[in-house]
């Protein structure tokens, strides 16, 4: 079994990394050519996931290793529960995303920009797929490497816009940051193991000060590609600048490689400290919240949607968290929950998030616009995009019965867990999680009604949203799929966690037998779960049948608009002031930049008022901090002008404060 | 055994309507008023459910589902609360967050179906709905999670079982912090004075009543029944919280909880006749605190 299951996974890898060289060699026949490099990443995807299901259905891991020239390298490739369980949504957002593109980045009129996103769309999914295949520190870094650059050209899909070149710029260098903080940590673990193969690294000693700095050197690493607060400043631009089903791509499954990074690198220690797991939990609630009230002040769809990538990613890292202070207290439930939790909001993350990027992009196709403010009553002209983005809605809402729901459940009864440390035991206010967990999902609805309402409900605001014209159909069957997905692990939650005790079992060592009995407890209350989603779908579809007998019949007439016979669409409630009490109490990470010319005189001609919010950590950093480091190096470069008796006159300075220093101090 | 799922099904679905009726009698005598009959409510819901109704141009089909995906996960949610003496008809480990998420999906589909008329009276309704219950759900979980610790059980009927009786004896200040809180989140979830209030329409002021402004007919039957279980779930909640029910005899304890419920009702009517409704500013405040009387009871279980 394990040879042919490695010879799918690397025949995936292969074939996904190739995917866009039929576009450039048929490159006279645009259609033919696009569509075969589509039809290669399904095929990809699709050897892959068969790849990855007996894995997680229980067959022995496959495992690979050949030498490699480089040194200390090797060609060892390993695919285990973990890596197999984000293998399937790695493969199968960035294949659905081809099939979108067949429409919304057509080869046939956008020519060569087109075969290059092509090219860099399947090197990126191949070289995902191989960091989650690597078994070697060097060959994790060099796909690691190859998926960073890919991710700039893919950013720069438009490489004539100015948002675009900044947005590649600053991911560039956030990505490059964090390579080298994982190599930082590679290199130490590597010479003290003497091997760079990860076969070689478990069980390191978690004891002291010098192995938690070392872990900090993964997070950090990790958490700049996964986007947790405060490392997340590139990537709202990113996200936002990039083709959507590119932005579907970043959001939905590059991340998740950080997430992956830490679980693998939280995984090769023995006995991870509590102290790792709470501070997981801090950095993902903070994550959680920050994302979301971040996501509420925006009015750009793409940058609110990447923002709420923020806030999910901090949902798994609480999980994460949840499951490393298990290992430190030997509690099984409390790792099985939180590991099962957070593997499940990957997938489910994935899911939704790229639904509702593709989403955003047919409204952007069909309108022009990505600006809710100017957007509004979508659903008349496009009816499937706006029921599909409401199922998206709903998911990411955390809503049952969809599978945002279930993986967040899973997130709360893992916290609650926590309750059963002895007493006395300071890790079990890890049941905090669960309030903030019910303060991230409401913020989260909140945001998402807002969205839905401001976009697809009442009137359109401008002429370009009334003009707007339902998408072609690549667009919307990838996003069917996604919400039939969505759907389906959320009313079939059960039928997945044998698999996720398996990911629990693989990453955190202990055996699948002392995982059983939560698993088993779990899966029955997921069974009730089923039931009750069941229930509430026959409701409706019985109340539903019920309202259409009920009464004499229905009259049209125009919104009660408090006895104004004339409403406009100007007249609408707009996004901001939707959002506008919950900004007001977020106000303090916000700072948004408030342009206000009140009305003057008793006729006033003008008057307006706009809030942009502002991202905190790069405007108000990093941005000044780069721009201040840069005006004082000038200053200091423009005395070394080439004076020799300056020089001379430094040198002296240099020798005096050192024999000054020498007499004074030493 | 079935007589008494029934007899659960049918308090669920049969008493809400009564509980109202009994809020607003009470704050009719309060007021020196005769007031409307304690059955009006059902009354109301007949005369809506015979009626036609008008929808706006503007509207799609969000509009309609608005109501009745709002109806069916509130009563879905009501299958897993424990009424009476009984557990409830479906109970198991973390129940009790499927029946929070379920009353926001209500909230979610209820805020849309505002949103969809366009017009802005009910986009306002919307927005301070959803805002305020983002504030109140961190206290409905926190007061959860303080009854999951101080009884040991992760199911509601587990929660608000058997084993409360003891945690009362144990930890009864937690607890009544967590009754505290939960009374307040309660008049802020069913737009209650002095949250919101419902005995007026028009008024720029209004939260719930104003998303439902263009909800006519049967329509807006769905949604004030659903509203009317919405109140009865919370007064269960709050009843079993606070009352023992280990009453003697064949129905003591489905009576004692009937009697808490309307025990409840006249409570809630009282604040209402007693106390102005808040500025919209101040009713952050009031949610917030009611989390922090729940953390502190959660610290004093946890210390």
Known sequence: ????????????????????????????????????????????????????????????????????????????????PLS??????????????????????????????????QLWYGLVTGSMALVLL????????????VMAVCGFFLVLADPDRKDAQKAAWVYLVAAHAGTF???????????????????????????????????????????????????????????????????????????????????RATGFFE????????????????????GVALALAQHDLKRLLAYHSVENIGIITMGVGLAVLGRARGEPALVLLGFAGAALHVVNHALFKSLLFLGAGSVQHAAGTRDIERLGGLSRAMPFTAGLFLVGAAAISGLPPLNGFVSEWLVVMGSLRALDLPPG?????????????????????????????????????????????????????????????????????AVFLPALARGAASWSGLPLSTLAAPAAAATASAGMVSGLAVLLLALVASLTFLRRRLGPGAAVGETWGCGYAYPTARMEYTGSSFAQILNQGFRWVLFPRVRFQPPRGPFPA????????????????????????????????????GRVHFYALLVLATLVFLLAWRLLWW | ???????????????????????????????????????????????????GSVYSRTTTWVFRAGPVVGLAAVATAGTMLPVAGQPAIFSFSGDFVLFAYLLALARFATALAALDTGSSFEGMGAAREVSFASMAEPALFLCLVVLARATGSLSLSGMLGPGLAPAWSGAAPALLLSAIALFVVALAENSRIPVDDPSTHLELTMIHEVMVLDHSGPDLAFILYGASIKFFLFGALFVRLVLDLRVQGIWGAEAAFVAGLVGFAVLVGLVESFMARLRLNRVPQMLVGASVLSVFALVLLLR
Not at chain 1, 33 to 47: D, E, I, T
Not at chain 1, 90 to 117: D, E, H, M, W
Not at chain 1, 195 to 213: E, I, V, Y
Not at chain 1, 236 to 248: E, F, K, L, R, W
């Open chain 2, 1 to 51: 055994m079935i007589l008494r799922a029934l007899f659960q099904i049918g308090i669920l679905l049969l008493l809400p309507p009564l509980l109202l009726g009994v809020v607003n009698r009470v704050k009719a005598i309060v007021a020196g008023r005769r007031g409307p009959p304690l059955l009006q409510g059902y009354y109301d819901l007949a005369k809506l459910l015979r009626k």
């Open chain 1, 134 to 145: 690597s078994d070697n520190a060097m060959l994790f870094l060099f796909a690691w490497e």
């Open chain 1, 271 to 290: 006995s991870p400290p509590a102290s790792w797991g709470v501070a997981l939990l801090v950095l993902g609630g903070a994550s959680g919240v920050l």
């Open chain 1, 425 to 493: 035991d300071r890790a079990s206010f890890a049941v905090l999680v669960v309030p903030t967990l019910a303060l991230v999902g409401a913020l989260a609805a909140a945001c998402f009604v807002k969205v839905q309402g401001t976009v697809f409900l009442g009137k359109p605001r401008t002429s370009e949203a009334a003009a707007a014209h339902e998408s072609p159909r690549a667009m919307l069957v990838p996003m069917g799929v996604l919400a039939a997905a969505c759907v389906a692990i959320g009313v079939l939650p």
């Open chain 1, 606 to 641: 003008s008057a307006r008022f706009s809030t942009e919010p502002r991202e905190a950590v790069l405007d108000l950093t990093i941005l000044p901090g780069i721009r201040g480091y840069g005006s004082a190096a000038s200053r200091v470069r423009a005395l070394l002008a």
């Open chain 1, 181 to 263: 903080a994982i190599l930082a940590f590679f290199s130490i673990v590597g010479s003290a193991r003497g091997t760079f193969d990860f076969a070689g690294w478990q069980h390191l000693g978690a004891t002291g000060a010098k192995a938690s700095w070392l872990w900090t050197l993964a997070l950090v690493g990790f958490g700049l590609k996964a986007g947790l607060v405060p490392l997340h400043f590139w990537l709202p631009g990113a996200h936002a600048a990039a083709p959507s089903h590119v932005s579907a791509l970043m959001s939905g499954v590059l991340l998740k490689t950080g997430v992956y990074g830490i679980l």
């Open chain 1, 84 to 117: 197999a369980l984000f293998l399937v949504p790695v493969l199968l957002v960035p294949a659905l995303g081809s099939i979108y593109g067949l429409a919304y980045f057509p080869q046939a009129s956008l020519g060569a920009r087109a075969v290059r996103l």
């Open chain 1, 1 to 80: 079994m394990a040879p042919v299951i490695g010879a799918l996974a690397i025949a995936s890898v292969v074939l996904a990394s190739s995917s866009g060289l039929p576009g450039l060699a048929l490159w006279r026949r645009p259609v033919l050519g696009q569509r075969l490099s589509a039809g290669v990443l399904c095929l990809a995807a699709v050897l892959g996931i068969v790849a990855a299901v007996p894995v997680l259905a229980g067959a022995a891991p496959f495992v690979l290793h050949t030498p490699w020239g480089q040194p200390n390298a090797s060609l060892a490739l390993r695919l285990d």
